[in-house]
């Protein structure tokens, strides 16, 4: 019988997968991250699960993966669920999924919602590459070492954060990704008060300093393409062409600025530069 991972609600108890009751009924073995929710979630969707319930979290994890390792060989259904989202995706899971999978145990998922996911589908920001970060250090020293790694990144990337430092974390952002670049947090997904809030790093780090609760995912835009380097004999020639097409050297030069990156006094002192030489000549 497989290790199967269950994705539970991030808000409210109506997202459950369809599947999740039944698997919580069937399960010979139910691994929870808080025994407690489990209990409120079975409640809310009118459920009693099957089998035993044992806890498995972040403090118990490397002392219980053996156990559920156990039970898997002895041909258990064994259920994984955590708090909310799915299980391994800062969660815990990724233990005994990697051991399970190093034995060829099988391996099955109930999908349901996640944060990750639904965090990027609202951000407005673009979707179609992206990185997830999880949780960034605690300590501030640490925290801007892998923000500044991040410098470059041109994928949307993805970060939970604790509500209480939220407000360092958005400011350390803006110091190592740029003040201007565009985020959005998203404050208590799905539930009654969710709160989706965009701006620049700098607004949403001075608008976080009053203070923030819920649970928080911050989605932040990639990196802006580098500039085209391009050298000045490239750029006038450039220049040229524009011109020889009917472009005034004006519009020329605010073209190849466009297309380049490059600031339109970088264009400008290039074709001035290239105009002297050939005086000179």
């Given amino acids: 019988m497989p290790l199967v991972l269950a994705g539970a609600p991030i808000g409210q108890s109506g997202d459950a997968s369809g599947r999740l009751p039944a698997e919580l009924e069937s399960a010979d073995l139910v691994a929870a991250e808080d025994t407690r929710r489990l209990q409120r979630l079975c409640r809310d969707l009118r459920v009693t699960p099957g089998g035993r319930v044992v806890s498995y979290f972040e403090g118990n994890e490397a ?4 156990e559920l390792l156990d039970a898997l060989r002895a041909g ?7 708090d909310a989202g799915m299980p391994t995706v800062s ?7 990697a051991a399970a999978a190093a034995e060829g145990l099988p391996v099955t998922c109930v999908p349901g919602p996640s944060a990750v996911t ?3 589908a609202v951000s407005g920001l673009p979707s179609d ?6 949780f960034l250090p605690r300590k ?3 925290r801007r070492a892998r923000l500044g790694a991040l410098a470059a990144e041109r994928r949307t990337a993805v970060f939970f954060e604790a509500p209480h430092r939220l407000a360092e974390a958005l400011a350390d952002m803006a110091g190592a990704l740029g003040a201007d670049r565009r985020a959005v947090v998203c404050r208590e997904l799905t539930k009654t008060h969710e709160e989706i809030r965009r701006g620049t790093l700098s607004e949403l780090a001075a608008w976080a ?12 835009a990639g990196a802006p393409e580098p500039a085209v380097e391009l050298t000045g004999e490239e750029l006038v020639r450039q220049v040229g062409v524009r011109e020889s097409a009917g472009l005034s050297r004006k519009e020329a030069i605010a073209g190849v600025a466009q297309e380049t990156g490059l600031p339109r006094r970088d264009v400008y002192d290039a074709v001035v530069a290239a105009k002297s030489a050939g005086a000179a000549h």
């Fill in 140 to 142: 501030a020293g640490e």
């Fill in 118 to 120: 639904t965090a990027l």
């Fill in 91 to 97: 969660d815990p899971g990724y233990r005994l999924v």
């Fill in 63 to 66: 002392r219980r993966t053996p």
């Fill in 209 to 220: 300093q009053d203070g923030v609760r819920g649970e928080v995912t911050v989605v932040v």
């Fill in 129 to 134: 590459r992206f990185c997830f970060e999880g």
């Fill in 76 to 82: 258990l259904r064994v259920l994984l669920v955590t």
